[in-house]
């Protein structure tokens, strides 16, 4: 059974940063490319990055929004991936998903909650 | 980046019944490779999304044969035939032909 789990969230100020990870279970995690996936209150879905396995030289791809702000980074010997995100501002408040797939995903986590306010 | 458009944004159903959602894409989500990436998701009231259909028309492992996707180039519909409660919530199709990766804004789906 295919599992992930997201940690790292919570409350931060304008202008803070934080590090989200999301760990997984039940698959080959080295064969599949990883996601990060947003979704403000009430609003609908943002995919926020990507990051490539090793067979892709862990080739990693941003929303244009965000870029310059995150980075997503994995660990095969942990079959974990992380996304860490700076200069972080009131619409970056979201649910964060971790998603596998590559150009759809299969699997989605139970997501971790980001509060930007002072 | 490539818009995708939903219609309608909301939905009301009987169970049993029928609908269908229609999204729509700026740019023929064709790619290079031939093969045509929109996906459906659904995400159920305080749950994550959960793919539906990918490639089109292809049904995610254990989705009813009630979930039907069908289109191509920048046109494609989602059916879902004899509706029952646990299909309520909200449809999100999505494109990975080109990043970033983008969705629609949703379609909800209510009970009559």
């Known amino acids: 059974e295919v599992q992930i789990l997201e940690t790292g969230g919570g409350l931060v100020k304008p202008g803070g940063s934080l590090r989200l990870s999301c760990a997984t279970s039940g698959f080959n995690f080295n064969d599949y490319f990883m996601n990060w996936v947003r979704q403000a209150p009430g609003k609908g879905l943002e995919w926020v990055a990507q990051?490539?396995?090793?067979?892709?030289?862990?080739?990693?791809y941003y929303a244009e929004s965000l870029e310059g702000r995150v980075t997503i980074s994995r660990d095969d010997s942990k079959s974990s991936v992380y996304l860490q995100v700076s200069s972080l501002r009131a619409e970056d408040t979201a649910i964060y998903y971790c998603t596998v797939g590559r150009r759809y995903f299969d699997y989605w986590g139970q997501g971790v909650m980001v509060t930007v306010s002072s | 980046d490539v818009v995708m458009t939903q219609t309608p944004v909301s939905l009301s159903v009987s169970l049993g019944g029928q609908v269908s959602i229609s999204c729509r894409s700026s740019q023929s989500l064709v790619h290079n490779n031939g093969n045509t990436y929109l996906s459906w998701y659904l995400q159920k009231p305080g749950q994550s999304p959960q793919l539906l259909i990918y490639?089109?028309?292809n049904r995610f492992s254990g989705i009813s044969d009630r979930f039907s996707g069908s289109g191509s180039g920048t046109d494609f519909t989602l059916k879902i035939s004899r509706v029952e409660p646990d299909d309520l919530g909200v449809y999100y199709c999505?494109?990975?032909?080109?990043?970033?990766?983008?969705f629609g804004a949703g379609t909800k789906l209510e009970l009559k």
């Open positions: 490639k089109v028309s």
């Open positions: 990051i490539r396995n090793k067979n892709y030289n862990y080739a990693t």
């Open positions: 999505g494109q990975g032909t080109q990043y970033p990766h983008t």
